[in-house]
């Protein structure tokens, strides 16, 4: 017998616990009423739904539709009848705008930053290498503390702060790296090295600030919007994945078609852009916040003294041990570890060690072998189609065969495609330089492929976190995540130090390719542990197995 779709078992075990909470407040998404879970014996009874989700989107934002899930216990649940009202549509549409707003210029910096490291540092990967590692390093480090913010700080004041700091550290980034590009050629080597070593503290100050914000909105503030209401959850989870990707997708190629006339107005622009939107960004996101009192309640958490293991000890060791505790997720390891949600959470971890997605040392290394910045842009544009495309079908695939096993197809894509795609990198470049630029347009367009699977992945492991964490643990358990992914990104970035000339890019792509398995085999040890099996027997072994 397999087990229930995560799906139907979050929804299941958020009704059972007592530390969900149940908001009936006036400015929620409606709950979709008269919502029955049932036990089918035949997964073809799916069909039907699946021929209603060209109008699921709309009709789940708009309350109208009524949802029968497959796949759970043979009791039927029933939601509570007191439903609440629809959420207002300028409160998602002002979400949307905020989102856009963080998203393209964390993302446009991110990319230009590459650009600017490039230009300053021509000919190497260990600047833009040791610029990621700090960067991703002090994600790792600030874990335990920006979960903490987020789970007992007042929720506006965490994402305005979140706002306000990212931008003051591009602004002032911006500034450091337009010296730097003025005077590249007649510089002095030490103060070179010291405003590189300044643009390396601001990146970990713009990224502590990103991560905040993506946390608190993504996996708190779209959580408490939708309490509840799991099949809108999705939809916004969805429309979000599709802003930061059209932000992947516009930002980097805007910025990048700036810098082929100039790195240094590509600079003046970066800077310009994150100066006039932060004043909308914290106007719209006071609107969502005062639009959505679900967002303002109170939370239900322990004191700090409640959860100190180390109360009542000697002031000294007291002092030592909070220090460590606020700096390093030491408590929110074992909790993160014995999560159901563990095994997916860490999963889509695993993928972030890769160098094989169009970001800093691919990007490098195509332009070593060849490429322009204009079709590296070209290159993430095509890219980013194919990973857009994951947002329209991800959320039909999990409406049909469930979240879990919606995550195996979807890191079996990507696995696939980017077997085929190191194939022929290797198999071609036999005899010649793995630095030719046919292999690697080769790994380039199976690299582009598998992004669907990615993020088809990334949005069912979502799903399975956003259902299964409890309320006052969300930002303990995603930072905790977080801090995974940035390890897992520390490590790609130390291959490509280790392994720093372009003609040795082979190595870290075979530890990529090796991390997607290791993801691949913890979902497929999830998807056993929920459902008992990876995959359906043919109904005529099935049948010999029930004559048995």
Not at 121 to 131: D, H, V
Not at 154 to 175: E, H, K, P, T
Not at 241 to 246: C, G, K, Y
Not at 365 to 382: F, K
Request: proline share 4%; aromatic share 8%; net charge positive.
């Amino acid at each position: 017998m397999g087990a229930p779709h995560s799906r139907s078992r979050g929804r299941s075990n958020a009704s059972r616990s007592p530390s969900r909470r149940t908001d009936t407040t006036a400015d929620h998404i409606a709950a979709l009423p008269g919502r029955h879970v049932h036990e089918h014996s035949d997964e073809h009874q799916h069909q039907s739904e699946l021929e209603q989700t060209f109008l699921h989107d709309h009709s789940i934002m708009s309350g109208t539709m009524q949802v029968s899930d497959t796949g759970a216990d043979s009791a039927a649940v029933t939601q509570d009848q007191d439903t609440p009202p629809i959420i207002p549509k300028g409160a998602i549409w002002r979400l949307y705008v905020s989102h856009f707003l963080s998203t393209w210029n964390s993302r446009v910096f991110e990319f230009a930053a590459t650009l600017f490291l490039a230009s300053i540092f021509p000919g190497t990967l260990r600047p833009l290498s040791i610029y990621a590692l700090v960067r991703n390093g002090a994600a790792i480090l600030f874990a335990q503390s920006m979960g903490s913010m987020i789970d007992r700080g007042d929720r506006l004041r965490v994402v305005m702060l979140s706002i306000v700091g990212q931008r003051v550290a591009v602004f002032v980034s911006c500034g450091v790296f337009a010296v730097l590009e003025m005077r590249k050629h007649d510089m002095d080597t030490h103060l070179r090295t010291g405003l590189f070593s300044l643009t390396v503290a601001l990146a970990v100050v713009e990224k502590l600030c990103a991560t905040t914000n993506l946390v608190s909105v993504e996996r708190d503030w779209v959580v408490a919007i939708t309490e509840g209401n799991e099949e809108a959850r999705q939809v916004i989870n969805a429309r979000m994945r599709r802003i930061d990707l059209l932000c992947k997708l516009a930002g980097p190629l805007a910025i990048s078609s700036i810098a082929i006339a100039s790195e240094l107005i590509a600079i003046w622009v970066t800077l310009g852009m994150n100066v006039l939107s932060v004043i909308t960004e914290c106007i719209y996101i006071v609107q969502v916040y005062h639009k959505n009192p679900s967002l303002r309640r109170a939370r239900e958490r322990g004191t700090v003294q409640d959860r100190d293991p180390v109360a009542g000890r000697g002031p000294f060791f007291i002092s030592l041990s909070s220090i460590a505790r606020r700096l390093l997720p030491l408590s929110s390891v074992p909790f993160y570890f014995r999560h159901p949600a563990f095994l997916p959470s860490l999963a889509l971890s695993f993928l972030y060690l890769t160098v094989l997605s169009f970001s800093g040392q691919m990007i490098t290394y195509l332009i070593s072998v060849g490429y322009t910045t204009l079709y590296v842009g070209i290159a993430r544009l095509i890219s980013t189609i194919f990973e857009l495309s994951a947002t329209w079908i991800a959320p039909r695939m999990m409406k049909r065969i469930g979240v879990v096993r919606g995550g195996l197809w979807s890191i079996t894509w990507q696995s696939l495609w980017l077997t085929g795609g190191i194939t022929f990198f290797f198999g071609y470049s036999r005899g010649l330089d793995t630095s030719s630029i046919i292999p690697a347009t080769g790994l380039a367009v199976a690299v582009a492929v598998s992004r669907v699977g990615l993020w088809g992945y990334d949005l069912c492991a979502q799903s399975i976190v956003q259902a299964e964490v409890e309320s006052d643990r969300r930002g303990e358990f995603s930072t905790v995540e977080v801090a995974f992914q940035n390890l897992a990104e520390l490590i790609s970035y130390v291959s490509t130090i280790i392994f720093s000339r372009p003609d040795q890019f082979k190595w870290p792509a075979l530890i990529s390719i090796g991390a997607v398995y290791a993801a691949g085999g913890l979902h497929a040890a999830f998807v056993r542990q929920r459902r008992g099996h990876l995959v359906h027997p043919p109904v005529c072994v099935a049948r010999k197995r029930e004559a048995v």
